[in-house]
């Protein structure tokens, strides 16, 4: 399993959205070592779960402290994070970025495999893997919001990550696409952690953090997670 460590990790914004323009921290000190299968993170909208994915592949550098994916720093060794850290984001256009998701899918092989003929039949599998082998050569413009979501994590799993983060994968899923995605995670050899609204979701998981107002305020087993989270927002 991949081992993701955060140390006094605090991540500050330069603009509080007041005149003065006052630094901001968004998150805060957190200190985590993550290191089981399947790791949800829930929390209410803004409560800084994008940004703590967003540290764990070096997209977001933390302002002080440090992160490091199987001990290496994801400031210093970010392109070698990167390549063990996929991230899927919740609005796959802005992950698809070739005109269909065969090419896309492609591009994310073209480092494993040097040969076009390899690479395509490489894709081949991925895509058939996923379900997706029909909707291949469509415009990623063309396909469903589903789909699309779909898409953009066979894209990034293509590469076999050892750490897979998904941020809100399920937005644009129906009950049988969520059910279908679920399965897959469920099959994954890979450590995935997933921030979702979807509340099954989080509880289908070996460990769950509740974020609060950029703070970890609760991090252990899912149900009880759910539940702590549940009552933060309903104020009982
Ligand atoms: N680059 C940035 N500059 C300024 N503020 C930011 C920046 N990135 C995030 N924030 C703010 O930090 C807070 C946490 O944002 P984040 O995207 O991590 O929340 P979230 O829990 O993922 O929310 P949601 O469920 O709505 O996606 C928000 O108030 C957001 O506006």
Do not use: W
Request: proline share 5%; net charge neutral.
């Amino acid at each position: 399993m991949t081992e993701v460590r955060l140390d006094r990790a605090v991540v500050t914004v330069p603009d509080d959205g007041s005149p003065e323009r006052r630094p901001r921290t968004i998150l805060g000190p957190v200190d985590l070592v993550l290191d089981e299968r399947r790791v949800s993170v829930v929390g209410a909208n803004g409560s800084g779960k994008s940004t703590l994915l967003r540290l764990l592949n070096g997209l977001v550098a933390p302002t002080s402290g440090s992160v490091t994916v199987d001990g290496l720093d994801t400031v210093r060794d970010g392109g070698r994070v990167r390549r063990r850290v996929a991230f899927a984001f919740t609005d796959p256009i802005s992950q698809l970025v070739m005109p269909t998701g065969r090419e896309d899918v492609e591009l994310s092989l073209r480092r494993k495999h040097r040969s076009r003929a390899e690479r395509r039949s490489a894709a081949d599998a991925v895509l058939n893997r996923f379900g997706l082998s029909h909707l291949a050569d469509q415009s990623v413009y063309d396909l469903s919001g589903g789909e699309r979501q779909l898409m953009a994590v066979a894209v990034v799993l293509a590469t076999d990550p050892g750490l897979l983060v998904l941020d809100e994968p399920t937005t644009l899923l129906d009950r049988r696409n969520i059910l279908r995605l679920r399965a897959l995670l469920d099959g994954l050899p890979q450590s995935v952690v997933v921030a979702t609204h979807d509340l099954d979701l989080a509880a289908d998981a070996d460990r769950t953090l509740v974020v609060d107002g950029g703070r970890i305020v609760f991090d252990g087993e899912p149900r009880a997670a759910v539940e702590h989270y549940v009552r933060l927002v309903d104020g009982s």
